[in-house]
């Protein structure tokens, strides 16, 4: 008798062991990458009327017709993304940004207090980096999106980057077109009035002043004026081919030359900045005439 209940044991426990062999193994859901997160998070929020889609690294949320949203994601978005990368080499941006597109003023304004509790102090739109978001009124169009855009992708390639390149780049594709060439091509635009103003009444400050200026201290001095001056000295550096060659030489030689004036002043060919700035830039933006 315990000779035949100890092989029923043995047998019991081998089928067990059988049994658990042959048990398919659990199927694990996939890890979700933090773009996937980001756009599940988003439409968790079951925003009435909105579409909402991934568009290369950005998650992309917009309360226009769908069609319009996702013209809008590929026309604008990709396009924008891709000439950058192809025309500077940038990076994606470290951290998975949200580009919300609201149709007008009122869902713009609307949606801005109830989804980050802001009250914008301008009509077009603008970037929160506390909720990695850019917030646009597209009814005014699609240059200031792309002005933003340009931040999280320059500072992800080029953390480092001085104040007065990086509003002057943003600056300089507030209005842009294809280069042709898979790149991106600023163009003339509404700050150039102002700017012109600044130097025919001679209350521009020097280039060295502005290329000088560190952190904070740019956007405490005079914004309109800075960021004019800097688009126009990017766009000078666009329109003589020397813009990409000059972005190289500042990113790689930032750790000697924060400021970027040497890199300028070699990409350009020269040694004394004010006196180009004088006779050459100066007057090259008096000139420019916008259609």
């Given at each position: 008798?315990?000779?035949?209940?100890?092989?029923?044991?043995?047998?019991?426990?081998?089928?067990?062991l059988l049994l658990a062999a042959c048990r398919p193994a659990p199927?694990?859901?996939?890890?979700?990458?933090?773009?996937?997160?980001?756009?599940?998070?988003?439409?968790?929020?079951?925003?009435?009327?909105?579409?909402?889609?991934?568009?290369?690294?950005?998650?992309?949320?917009?309360?226009?017709?769908?069609?319009?949203?996702?013209?809008?994601?590929?026309?604008?978005?990709?396009?924008?993304?891709?000439?950058?990368?192809?025309?500077?080499?940038?990076?994606?941006?470290?951290?998975?940004?949200?580009?919300?597109?609201?149709?007008?003023?009122?869902?713009?304004?609307?949606?801005?207090?109830?989804l980050f509790q802001d009250r914008p102090d301008t009509p077009y739109?603008?970037?929160?980096?506390?909720?990695?978001?850019?917030?646009?009124?597209?009814?005014?169009?699609?240059?200031?999106?792309?002005?933003?855009?340009?931040?999280?992708?320059?500072?992800?390639?080029?953390?480092?980057?001085?104040?007065?390149?990086?509003?002057?780049?943003?600056?300089?594709?507030?209005?842009?077109?294809?280069?042709?060439?898979?790149?991106?091509?600023?163009?003339?635009?509404?700050?150039?009035?102002?700017?012109?103003?600044?130097?025919?009444?001679?209350?521009?400050?020097?280039?060295?002043?502005?290329?000088?200026?560190?952190?904070?201290?740019?956007?405490?001095?005079?914004?309109?004026?800075?960021?004019?001056?800097?688009?126009?000295?990017?766009?000078?550096?666009?329109?003589?081919?020397?813009?990409?060659?000059?972005?190289?030489?500042?990113?790689?030689?930032?750790?000697?030359?924060?400021?970027?004036?040497?890199?300028?002043?070699?990409?350009?060919?020269?040694?004394?900045?004010?006196?180009?700035?004088?006779?050459v830039w100066r007057p090259y933006v008096l000139a420019l005439v916008?259609?």
């Amino acid at each position: 008798m315990a000779w035949n209940h100890f092989a029923v044991l043995c047998s019991d426990r081998f089928m067990l062991l059988l049994l658990a062999a042959c048990r398919p193994a659990p199927v694990l859901s996939p890890p979700t990458s933090p773009l996937e997160a980001k756009r599940a998070a988003v439409e968790a929020l079951d925003l009435p009327g909105f579409t909402v889609l991934v568009e290369g690294p950005w998650v992309v949320a917009g309360d226009e017709p769908g069609d319009a949203v996702r013209q809008r994601a590929v026309g604008t978005i990709r396009w924008a993304t891709a000439a950058l990368r192809h025309q500077f080499d940038f990076q994606d941006p470290d951290e998975v940004w949200t580009i919300w597109m609201f149709r007008d003023e009122t869902s713009y304004q609307h949606h801005a207090w109830t989804l980050f509790q802001d009250r914008p102090d301008t009509p077009y739109g603008y970037a929160t980096d506390a909720h990695h978001a850019l917030v646009m009124n597209i009814g005014t169009g699609g240059g200031t999106m792309i002005h933003e855009m340009v931040h999280p992708m320059l500072h992800a390639s080029f953390p480092a980057v001085p104040p007065w390149f990086n509003e002057g780049l943003a600056s300089l594709y507030e209005q842009c077109s294809d280069d042709g060439a898979e790149g991106i091509r600023g163009e003339l635009n509404w700050r150039l009035p102002g700017t012109q103003q600044a130097i025919s009444e001679d209350w521009m400050p020097p280039l060295t002043w502005l290329i000088g200026l560190q952190g904070s201290a740019f956007y405490e001095a005079d914004q309109g004026s800075n960021y004019g001056q800097a688009r126009y000295l990017l766009y000078y550096l666009q329109e003589q081919g020397k813009l990409t060659a000059f972005y190289d030489r500042l990113r790689s030689h930032s750790t000697t030359d924060p400021t970027g004036q040497r890199a300028l002043e070699e990409t350009l060919g020269i040694t004394d900045l004010a006196a180009w700035e004088a006779s050459v830039w100066r007057p090259y933006v008096l000139a420019l005439v916008r259609e």
